[in-house]
Every structure is written in structure tokens, then in C-alpha cells.
């Protein structure tokens, strides 16, 4: 039982070992690609430059436009001598929409009021009118420039990002708004097509922290980012950012977002990227639960054949322990185990049980005539007949020598037949000598018998004398028989009583 205590946790330890140590590197693995992710993440320069380098592309190039129509002479002369023709005008902001894909062309004048664009006069600012405020506001500001969120009465009052340019004649004094519109939808489309590409989502607010454009239309000119979840709480330090890219991080219904945010002087609007922390290690998650699965595989693999080895190398060991090499037969030791349950049993139970010990008639002279290899093979087959005459729940043990014991659970007149079917079985089969020898003959070989039965108080030492005893009888009396300690007794009590 202690033998198989330690087989059983030896194969708990090895297990344990093997399952601590792969879920540990497992869980270090997916600890370290993560932060080496979130590393990544945060330092990645050349994507937030590849995205401010496309946007760029697709926002500056209008303002550039605006710029050149601004400085264009054509257009100042045409102002300057009284905007006699519209056809000039028109014709040329229909060539810088066409040519340029825009999805407006617009020019204000100052001295008229006339909203010209690529259709014609739409019609004269006032301000009165509330669409038109942008305009006054942008002239009491003095800028060259601005980018304004609007809708567009020309296109059905479409959401539009104009682009606002100051027309100065040759003096530096104001002759009009000159300038280009860019579709939201457009722009949006263009947002989320980069948001598929760089799996972030990608959005503009203007100083005061109103979304300006944002592939969701619903949210530009409603939504401040003060009054957002999470990204409130840190709006004030975003709307402080330089035109360097500066990393904040805030939690939203649920999810861990880091932020990237860029001041782009050009609009004079912040760019904000943010990336979904959780989204970005879900093929780090699969990763690593294709590691568990795999693992689990390998380490369920693993410990099969380690409880296979350890079971084959302990079978062994314990066939080893308990077994005698040459014969097969059971060892001295295990006849101690035997013993013990068997007089356990006879004492609970009051089962019987008997010993007969047998050996073979002149061994020596087999040995000293044939040689060992001989004589052992002689053991082997007389081992191996006597273990085919007893029963399942009989034991063969090899006592020493040429000596063999067998424990039965029989009275003793039955042990005695068994005795006597080893003894006959073993006599009427044929040993043949080795073929090398020329005579080849076959040989006989006997075993004398002894039988004692179990009584209360016995120890094997004592059944063992008294087997010893009835087998010596056997051997004075001409050997090839069985002697019982029973028969032997009451042969003693005869002799005395004549």
C-alpha cells in the first residue's frame, strides 16, 4: 500500500508541476504581450503620422485650394472692376469644383453682398439672417483663414466644412470670402475608412471641445466632449494639447481606451485618435486560449505518459520486489504478506489455510552431473507444473534453493491432495536434457513432500519448523512422497503406545 501511496503522489507532483508551470509561462506570456502591446500602442509614431499624413492629404489640399484662389488676380480684378459679368465668376468656380472634386465652390463679395457659386448668385448676406453670421464673425476676427461646420443652403442645406479664405485687393483691404465646401458625408466616409484600416476611431473637435467631424453625423455641432463618459473627465488636458502628439487614457462603458491627440494649427482643431485597448488584445486573447487549449492537450499527452512510465517502471519494480527471477514464483518477502492475511482471516473468519513445502529429490547430484543451467531449468519447469496444480487463490513461493512452499486455503487432508497432485504431475513429466548432450536422454525428477496446518497462536516460523519437520520424514522414509505433521503425529503416538 505505501508503494502505491508514493506512485499516486509522485504522479499528483509531476502533474501539478507540469500544469503550475504551463499556465504560469502562460499567463507571463499573455502579461508580457500585452504590456509590450500597450507599449506598442502608445508609442506608435508611425501610425498616428501615417493618419495625420492621409487626413492631411484630404483636408490640407482644399485649403491650399482656397489659398491660391485667394491670391488669384483674376479674381481680384474682377472685384475691383465692379463685378460688371457673372459669367467670369461662375465659370471659374465651376472649374475649381470640377477639377478639384469639391462639393462646393463659393465666393462672398463685401461690396455687394453677393453669394456667388457654381450655379450662379444664390443670393445676398444679411445679417439678419442667421445662416449668414459666420460671415461677420469671421471678418470682425481678422483671420486669413478658418474652417467652419455649417449646413449648406446651395446643396439642401447639407452639413458642409467650408473652408473660409479673406479676398485683400492689392492694399490688403477686404473684397470678400472666397472658399471651398467639403461634404461631411464625404469626410466621414473618409474617417471610417480609416478606422477599418488602423482599427481606431478617428474624430476632430475645435477648441472648446465640439465635435467638428465624426463618422457618426449625429454627433458633429451636438456633442462636447466635456459631456462625454470617461473622456469629461480629461477633456481640459486634451484641449491643452501642441501640435505634438500627446497619449491619455479613460475608461467607457466598460472599455479601457487609449487616446492619441494632435493640435493641427492648420484647422485650429485637435485630431483624436482612440484605440479600444480591449479590441487591440482580443488576437493576443485568442492567441492565448489557443495556447491553453493546446497546452491543455499536450499536458493531458504528457501525463498519460508519465503515469504510463510510471506505472510500467513500477509494475516492474514491484514484480521485481515480489517476485522470484529465475522461477517466477513468488519471494520470501510476499509469503510474509500471504502469512499475515491469511492468519488475519483465519482468526476473524476462522478460514483455514495450510503450508506444504516441497523440494527436489537430490538436486545436488542434477547439479553436479548437468550444471546449473540444468538445474535451473529444472526449477522453472517444476515451478511452473506446480503453480498449474493449485488454485487461483493459492500462492507458489520459492522458499530458497530448490525448496518451494505453497500457501493454501484448504484442511489439511485437501492440502494433502494438492500436495499429491504437484508431486505426481512433477514425477510422470519428462525433463529432457540439454540437445547438445549425445545420450539425449530423459530424466525423472521426484519432490518430497511436507504439510502443516495453521493453529491459533502460530507465527510462519513455527508452521515453517513443522513443515521442515514432516518434509525431513519424508526424506528418511525414501523420498517421492508426502508426509502430512498430522500422519506424522499420530505414526509418533502408535510407536509409543506399542
Keep these: 500500500m505505501s508503494i502505491i501511496s508514493i506512485r499516486t503522489k509522485l504522479i499528483l507532483a509531476l502533474s501539478l508541476i507540469l500544469v503550475l508551470a504551463f499556465l504560469g509561462m502562460s499567463a507571463l506570456n499573455y502579461h508580457v504581450s500585452k504590456n509590450s502591446l500597450r507599449k506598442s500602442i502608445i508609442g ?3 501610425t498616428r ?3 495625420f499624413s492621409e487626413i492631411q492629404k484630404d483636408l490640407i489640399s482644399p485649403l491650399h485650394v482656397s489659398s491660391l484662389m485667394a491670391n488669384d488676380t483674376f479674381l481680384k480684378d474682377w472685384v475691383i472692376d465692379g463685378e460688371k ?3 467670369p465668376i461662375i465659370k471659374y468656380l465651376s472649374e475649381i469644383k470640377a477639377r478639384y472634386q469639391f462639393f462646393s465652390s463659393f465666393f462672398i463679395s463685401e461690396q455687394t453682398g453677393n453669394y456667388y457659386h457654381s450655379d450662379g448668385i444664390l443670393k445676398k448676406i444679411s445679417r439678419a439672417d442667421p445662416h449668414d453670421v459666420w460671415y461677420y464673425e469671421f471678418k470682425n476676427r481678422g483671420v486669413d483663414y478658418d474652417l467652419d461646420v455649417d449646413t449648406n443652403e446651395a446643396a439642401q442645406n447639407t452639413l458642409t466644412i467650408f473652408i473660409n479664405h479673406r479676398l485683400n485687393d492689392y492694399e490688403g483691404n477686404l473684397l470678400g470670402v472666397i472658399g471651398v465646401g467639403l461634404s461631411i458625408d464625404h469626410i466621414g466616409y473618409l474617417l471610417d475608412s480609416y478606422r477599418k484600416k488602423y482599427i481606431r476611431n478617428i474624430y476632430f473637435v475645435d477648441p472648446s471641445g465640439i465635435i467638428q467631424v465624426h463618422p457618426n453625423k449625429k454627433l458633429i455641432e451636438k456633442i462636447n466632449i466635456f ?3 470617461g473622456i469629461g473627465n480629461i477633456a481640459g488636458k486634451i484641449l491643452t494639447a501642441d501640435s505634438k502628439p500627446s497619449v491619455f487614457e479613460f475608461n467607457r462603458n466598460g472599455t479601457h481606451i487609449l487616446l492619441t491627440v494632435r493640435y493641427i494649427a492648420e484647422f485650429d482643431w485637435f485630431l483624436l485618435v482612440e484605440q479600444d485597448q480591449d479590441m487591440a488584445l482580443t488576437d493576443i486573447r485568442k492567441n492565448f486560449i489557443r495556447n491553453l487549449i493546446f497546452g491543455f492537450i499536450i499536458t493531458c499527452l504528457i501525463i498519460a505518459i508519465n503515469i504510463f512510465t510510471v506505472n510500467y517502471f513500477q509494475g516492474r519494480l514491484e514484480v521485481m520486489a515480489t517476485t522470484d527471477k529465475l522461477t517466477g514464483a513468488n519471494n520470501r518477502r510476499e509469503l510474509d504478506h500471504f502469512f499475515k492475511h491469511a492468519a488475519y482471516l483465519a482468526k476473524r473468519k476462522d478460514i483455514p ?15 553436479d552431473t548437468l550444471g546449473h543451467l540444468h538445474g535451473d531449468k529444472v526449477l522453472k519447469d517444476a515451478a511452473l507444473i506446480a503453480h498449474k496444480q493449485i488454485r487461483k487463490n493459492d500462492y507458489l513461493v520459492r522458499w530458497g534453493g530448490d525448496e518451494f512452499i505453497v500457501l493454501t486455503y484448504n484442511i489439511i487432508d485437501d492440502a494433502k491432495i494438492i500436495a499429491e497432485r504437484i508431486r505426481k504431475s512433477i514425477f510422470e513429466t ?3 536434457l540439454d540437445k547438445t548432450l549425445k545420450d539425449k536422454k530423459r530424466m ?3 519432490i518430497s513432500c511436507g504439510i502443516t496446518r495453521y493453529r491459533h497462536g502460530d507465527t510462519l516460523e513455527t508452521m515453517v519448523a513443522r513443515m521442515d519437520n514432516a518434509l525431513y520424514k519424508a526424506k528418511e ?3 517421492n512422497q508426502t508426509i502430512a505433521e498430522e500422519e506424522e503425529n499420530r505414526r509418533t503416538q502408535a510407536r509409543r503406545f506399542k
Design 227 to 229: 459631456e462625454q463618459e
Design 49 to 51: 503620422d501615417t493618419i
Design 430 to 432: 519428462d525433463f529432457f
Design 444 to 446: 525423472r525428477i521426484s
Design 85 to 87: 459679368d457673372i459669367d
Design 477 to 479: 522414509n525414501g523420498r
Design 44 to 46: 506608435e509614431a508611425l
Design 353 to 367: 489455510f495450510c503450508l506444504i513445502i516441497f523440494d527436489i529429490d537430490k538436486f545436488k547430484q542434477i547439479n
